[in-house]
């Protein structure tokens, strides 16, 4: 009976964590009197355009980036988490 290597298992795990590692962790922020909820986008993970509310222009395909949530809504948890934006880095840090 061939034999398992576990390692092989573990390697998308693994490269997760390195990943999170490269981009850093979700974490809170309080700003102008709000508590937010920020996790790092990788240039690898931004699969998608949007548009920043720090300056009005498009966070590009390929740019890391922030997003962000409050953290205590006054609609609730999901409701918070439905109306998330993503920022430029740069935008976020100035707001």
Known sequence: MPR????ESHD???L???ERLKTGFRRR???????YV????????AVKEYRCPGCQLVV????AHV????EDSIMGADQAV???RHWHTHCWRIF
């Open 60 to 63: 590009s395909i390929g740019v």
């Open 29 to 35: 922020e309080t700003k102008r009197g709000n508590t």
């Open 67 to 70: 997003v962000a949530w409050q």
């Open 16 to 18: 997760d964590n390195i």
């Open 38 to 45: 920020v996790q790092p986008i990788s240039e690898s993970r």
């Open 12 to 14: 998308d795990d693994f």
């Open 82 to 84: 439905a109306d998330r």
């Open 4 to 7: 398992r290597h576990r390692r």
